[in-house]
């Protein structure tokens, strides 16, 4: 049983769920892509699960979160088909618990970090995706491996035995000026398609572009754009109970 949402407030989500869905579209055709190539990943982080229930309802399936306790929590009271994307930082003491719940994890950034995911994932019969994270615009405040690290990673990606690698993420600076994200973006592209040259395999995956800049991020090719304040609102000040 979903749990029951709120009706102004779901209203509220699932209009400006469509909306934002009708901004990929027309983000998707002037750069001259299939807006298919795209899929919205919601940004539920903070937000109580009766908001993803509503959006659930409303046909979306795939769900992003930061933190683990808060994707467990989440992924117990909802419904099994729902794809939960791991976006945020992940911590070596954490990673069976996300390997047991998330579809794709975001933020694979060290070769440690992989090594113990393709491992426990291994023991627990799990083959999850990820993406490894790149620091483009080497902020230390972020994390990701640096665009020099990417190449010994992703070859240790390639050949790891219980996880699909699937491509590359990277996060722009908040309030970044156009021209700054047009170079994060571009690069993170050049990156992924020099990779594919490298190992001989596809990277479909493009995860980069949220709320305030996901528009130029698809003039770039993203396929993932992770959205939360434009579906959701505002974030809460502190997370609510499930």
């Not at 407030?9 to 009708?22: D, G, N, P």
């Not at 690069?187 to 980069?208: A, F, H, V």
């Amino acid at each position: 049983m979903l749990p029951e949402s709120d009706c102004p407030m779901s209203e509220f989500i699932i209009q400006q769920y469509e909306e934002v869905l009708q901004q990929i579209r027309d983000a998707a055709q002037m750069a001259g892509r299939d807006p298919v190539s795209i899929r919205l990943l919601a940004v539920s982080k903070t937000f109580p699960a009766t908001d993803i229930a509503a959006l659930y309802q409303h046909g979306c399936r795939a769900f992003g979160e930061n933190r683990v306790p808060e994707l467990e929590a989440k992924a117990a009271v909802l419904p099994p088909d729902i794809e939960w994307h791991l976006i945020g930082q992940l911590q070596s003491n954490k990673v069976r618990r996300a390997v047991k719940t998330a579809a794709v994890i975001h933020s694979v950034d060290s070769p440690e970090l992989l090594e113990r995911i393709d491992r426990i994932a291994g023991e627990e019969q799990r083959h999850p995706a990820i993406l490894l994270e790149v620091n483009i615009s080497g902020e230390v405040a972020k994390s990701g491996c640096t665009p020099e690290e990417l190449p010994r990673l992703a070859a240790l990606a390639a050949t790891a035995q219980n996880v699909n690698f699937r491509g590359l993420m990277t996060m722009a600076p908040f309030e970044a000026a156009e021209p700054e994200l047009d170079r994060i973006f571009e690069r993170l592209r050049t990156l992924r398609d020099e990779l594919e040259q490298q190992l001989n395999r596809p990277l479909p995956e493009l995860s980069m572009g949220m709320s305030g800049d996901y528009r130029i991020a698809i003039r770039h090719g993203a396929t993932i754009v992770r959205i939360g304040t434009a579906i959701f609102g505002r974030r809460p000040l502190q997370t609510p109970a499930v």
